[in-house]
T-cell receptor, first 111, second 120 residues
Framework: QKEVEQDPGPLSVPEGAIVSLNCTYS??????FMWYRQYSRKGPELLMY????GNKEDGRFTAQVDKSSKYISLFIRDSQPSDSATYLC???????????FGTGTQLKVEL | GAVVSQHPSRVICKSGTSVKIECRSL??????MFWYRQFPKKSLMLMAT?????????EQGVEKDKFLINHASLTLSTLTVTSAHPEDSSFYIC????????????????FGPGTRLTVL
């Protein structure tokens, strides 16, 4: 079993749709949960960061963590064409240094 | 806050030459910097981790004599690809981990924009 599972997509949605991106993980030692957005030929940009179960909201983005199910999600409301990018989930153990990444989900928001 | 820059953004060189890539944390001090390599449509592959003033720790399979890393200060790390060959062509991305400056998380990494290396 892979440490992190993330559907690579591509996921295509119409503008204005609610997008749900998900990752499952198997390592119980992960304590920090992140979502990065990466545009083509650019470095990843940190979108959301959390360390507890529950929801965290920032503008149109909501990160959800369910530690009991080992499942994290990123919701994007009112999606825009500018949200078209690859979204990477990332995990960090407590006291750890190295991020463990999902493979990334490619999202395309169409007009 | 948490801006990381890389220079150059793109470089084309001849086989056998060496190329240096700079990574700077512009508005925070970074205890640790990381170097990644990314192939098209693939996730990031960690190459090495470096702490200021000490030797870098390389991941398994990464040649430390080929990919020289120097972390001279809390805001600057460099990656030198020595005797580059076409198979070294890739997208190289650095990241930095904060030192606890207000507003900067110490538990995550902030990435630079990447450097595209093409070796002819």
């Amino acid at each position: 079993q892979k440490e992190v599972e993330q559907d690579p997509g591509p996921l295509s949605v119409p503008e204005g749709a609610i997008v749900s991106l998900n990752c499952t993980y198997s390592n119980s030692a992960f304590q920090y949960f992140m979502w990065y957005r990466q545009y083509s030929r650019k470095g990843p940009e940190l979108l959301m960061y959390t360390y507890s179960s529950g929801n965290k909201e920032d503008g149109r983005f909501t990160a959800q963590v369910d530690k009991s199910s080992k499942y994290i999600s990123l919701f994007i409301r009112d999606s825009q064409p500018s949200d078209s990018a690859t979204y990477l989930c990332a995990f960090l153990t407590g006291g750890g240094n190295k991020l463990t990444f999902g493979t990334g989900t490619q999202l395309k928001v169409e007009l | 806050g948490a801006v990381v820059s890389q220079h150059p953004s793109r470089v084309i060189c001849k086989s056998g030459t060496s190329v240096k890539i700079e990574c700077r944390s512009l508005d925070f001090q970074a205890t640790t910097m990381f170097w990644y390599r990314q192939f098209p449509k693939k996730s990031l592959m960690l190459m090495a981790t470096s702490n200021e003033g000490s030797k870098a720790t390389y991941e398994q399979g990464v040649e430390k004599d080929k990919f020289l890393i120097n972390h001279a200060s809390l805001t600057l790390s460099t990656l030198t690809v020595t005797s580059a060959h076409p198979e070294d062509s890739s997208f190289y991305i650095c990241s930095a981990r904060g030192q606890g400056t207000s507003g900067i998380s110490t538990d995550t990494q902030y990435f630079g924009p990447g450097t595209r290396l093409t070796v002819l």
